[in-house]
C-alpha cells in the first residue's frame, strides 16, 4: 500500500497559479502510475490528469488541458500538478491516486486506490 500526502492548495484569484504536491511513502511509488481528481460538495469525484510510472506519458481531461500540467519526480517520490490560468470553476478539493487496475481507463476514479487526503484550492474572481 502507497500512502500519499497532497500538499500546495490554497486561495488565488482568477488567472493565477497554484502547484500541487503529492508525496507518496514506499519504494514502490515508481512502479504506478499516478491521478489528480477533484472535487466539490454534492458532485463526484472528476479527473483532472494522470501520468504513467515514468512520466512519458501524460493525459488530462479536456477542461484543463492547455492549462494544467502533471509531472512527477520519482526520486522524490513525489507527483505534481502545476495550474496555471487557474478559473472559479476549478474550485473544488484536490486528490491524487494510484492507478492501480490497467484495465480501467484513467477517467474513472474506481480504477484507483490509496487515495490521499485532499488539498482545497480555492480561486475568487
Known amino acids: 500500500q502507497v500512502q500519499l500526502v497532497e500538499s500546495g492548495g490554497g486561495s488565488v484569484q482568477a488567472g493565477g497559479s497554484l502547484r500541487l504536491s503529492c508525496a507518496a511513502s514506499?519504494?514502490?511509488?515508481?512502479?504506478?502510475?499516478m491521478g489528480w481528481f477533484r472535487q466539490t460538495p454534492g458532485k463526484e469525484r472528476e479527473f483532472v490528469a494522470a501520468?504513467?510510472?515514468?512520466?512519458?506519458?501524460?493525459y488530462y481531461a479536456d477542461l484543463v488541458k492547455g492549462r494544467f500540467t502533471v509531472s512527477r519526480d520519482n526520486a522524490k517520490n513525489t507527483v505534481y500538478l502545476q495550474m496555471n490560468s487557474l478559473k472559479p470553476e476549478d474550485t473544488a478539493v484536490y486528490y491524487c491516486?494510484?492507478?492501480?487496475?490497467?484495465?480501467?481507463?484513467?477517467?474513472?476514479?474506481?480504477?484507483?486506490?490509496?487515495w490521499g487526503q485532499g488539498t482545497q484550492v480555492t480561486v475568487s474572481s
Open positions: 491516486a494510484v492507478h492501480r487496475n490497467p484495465m480501467i481507463t484513467y477517467a474513472y476514479p474506481k480504477g484507483y486506490d490509496d
Open positions: 514506499g519504494r514502490t511509488f515508481s512502479r504506478y502510475d
Open positions: 501520468i504513467n510510472w515514468s512520466g512519458g506519458s501524460t
